[in-house]
């Protein structure tokens, strides 16, 4: 048993490795900011827990201390201005501790590059240079490169997904020729689980990926044919620069603009191993790594059976409030606008949770769906995520998880739901759904609140109060509503609960 500290526990790959390390008979320690969003893991009891940032010094040495093997999965996508040195200073206080701490090992998830002589994104650049200062540092690292990760609810896949489905016919960027190597997410857990329990001081870097070597337009060929879709025409348009090919990317799939863009970057140049060292250490398995197309089909089956263990949306947006709400009504912090709706309901409790769980995604918001979409598509406008991330799960909610543009900042299962806008804002936003038995009968509440920054905050609330009170106004009678059908239903149906409820008025 090796003692592992995860960080990025959060995310993509950290949230599937951890149950991985477990089963593997590891013994882990999870590094997060926000302790909270691992609260309704299954995992979650299993682990220690340690709240840190890795740019914080002091407290990554708490969280690496009696640690052996550090898996390093923190990347900045979609970041901002000066991501990259963020990254670097990141990267290179890690490895001052971890080496202070007597880590044997650090472990990093990079990308696929080109070669020397190709072309680098920021991103990928600053993916690379990650990978050298765990190299350089006085741990022995090992730094994992991967092209495409293939599975359900990773970015690329959910890119390739739905652009294959949407778009019968499509005209493309030159990207869609260049050669890739993409592997599946499990075999990707493969090799970081092995790590742990391979020893001596393993000090290099190695290209990891999948048996196929295709072209992007290949990937959409053989989606297709893995789905049951007709063949796709796809027709090239060399002009599409990266940055309206992420755009593009951005208007058709869930994968808002800032994320597609450094995977589009990605994809511009080769990204094909150039060897395959790593079997010296972590051998195929005895059928072989897992191909282009049983990913795909492994993919799609973990949607179709609502299984997605975590999705691209489970990290962070970059640049979205973290702020906690704030307490009132004695917040000293400045203004705060609410909008308060309460609703008696004929239905019992269990019913009208679990409408509240539900909502979002495909269920919507019970009122005025096409407010709601100009909502959406304002942001994405904007460079927001807008409302096509949709829910990892159609009828259950955990802290952390994202629901459109909003993410689940507090859930008291039974009692309470509290969400955090992720969309573009001159302020700060939540929405709190709540039921409560008083005087013998089920009372829906709900509550809208906002913190807004500076004059500009202040003007958007007051210009936005009248589509409020239709919207949040609207929203009581029709949950009341499905509460009400749901209960008749299962009433009339005892059984598993219908998930399509839902209130288009």
């Known amino acids: 048993m090796t003692r592992c500290l995860v960080t990025g526990a959060t995310g993509y790959i950290g949230g599937r490795l951890v149950p991985e390390l477990l089963a ?137 997904r739905y652009l294959t489905e949407r778009l019968p016919v499509m005209t493309t960027p030159r990207w869609v020729r260049s050669r890739t190597q993409p592997i599946a997410v499990r075999d990707v857990l493969r090799y970081l689980v092995a790590w742990a329990g391979i020893p001596g001081d393993v000090d290099r870097a190695f290209d990891v990926g ?85 990913a795909v089909t492994l993919a799609l089956q973990k949607i179709k059976e609502a299984d997605v263990a975590t999705r691209w949306s489970s990290a962070s947006t970059p640049g979205a409030p973290s702020d906690p709400l704030p307490t009132d009504p004695g917040w000293a912090g400045g203004s705060l606008y609410i909008d308060r709706r309460t609703r008696a309901v004929d239905a019992p409790p269990e019913a009208l949770w679990e409408v509240i769980e539900g909502i979002g995604g495909e269920n919507g918001w019970y009122s005025l769906p096409v407010a709601w979409r100009a909502r959406g598509a304002l942001d994405r406008l904007a460079g927001g995520v807008g409302l096509r991330r949709g829910r990892r799960d159609p009828r259950r909610l955990r ?30 936003a939540w929405l709190e759904l709540s039921q409560c038995q008083e005087d013998g009968r089920t009372v829906y509440h709900q509550r809208a609140v906002f913190h807004p920054h500076g004059l500009l905050g202040h003007l958007y609330w007051w210009l936005i109060s009248p589509f409020h009170s239709i919207v949040f106004g609207r929203m009581p009678r029709n949950v009341a509503a499905a509460a009400v059908r749901r209960a008749a239903r299962s009433r009339s149906h005892p059984g598993p609960h219908d998930r399509g409820a839902r209130e288009r008025r």
Not at 98 to 126: C, F, K, N, Q, W
Not at 402 to 414: A, N, P
């Open 399 to 428: 802290v952390g998880d994202s629901i459109d543009f909003w993410r689940v900042e507090e859930i008291e299962r039974g009692h309470l739901l509290r969400l955090r806008a992720e969309m573009r804002l001159p302020g700060l």
């Open 210 to 294: 999948g048996p196929d070597v295709l072209t992007y337009a290949d990937m959409i060929h053989h989606y297709a044919a893995v789905a049951g879709l007709p063949r796709r025409l796809i027709l090239p348009l060399p002009m599409l620069s990266p940055g309206l090919s992420s755009h593009w990317v951005g208007l058709v799939t869930p994968v808002p603009a800032n994320i597609a863009r450094p995977l589009v970057e990605s994809l511009r140049d080769p990204a094909v191993c150039r060897e395959h060292d790593i079997a010296a250490y972590v051998p195929d398995p005895p059928d072989g790594l897992i191909g282009f197309r049983e």
């Open 24 to 160: 593997a008979g590891h013994d882990v320690r999870c590094m997060v900011r926000s302790p909270a969003r691992l609260r309704d893991l299954p995992w979650a009891g299993r682990v220690e827990i340690a709240e840190a940032d890795a740019s914080d010094p002091g407290r990554t040495a708490e969280a690496l201390r009696g640690v052996e093997v550090a898996y390093y999965l923190i990347h900045t996508m979609g970041g901002g201005k000066g991501f990259e040195e963020a990254d670097r200073m990141a990267a290179r206080g890690f490895a001052r501790v971890a080496e202070a701490a007597g880590v044997r090992r650090i472990v990093y998830l990079g990308g696929l590059t080109p070669g020397s002589d190709g072309h680098l994104s920021p991103h990928m650049s600053s993916r690379t240079e990650v990978g050298e200062i765990f190299l350089a540092s006085g741990v022995p690292a090992v730094v994992l490169r991967a092209a495409m990760i293939i599975g359900s609810g990773s970015a690329s896949f959910e890119m390739l």
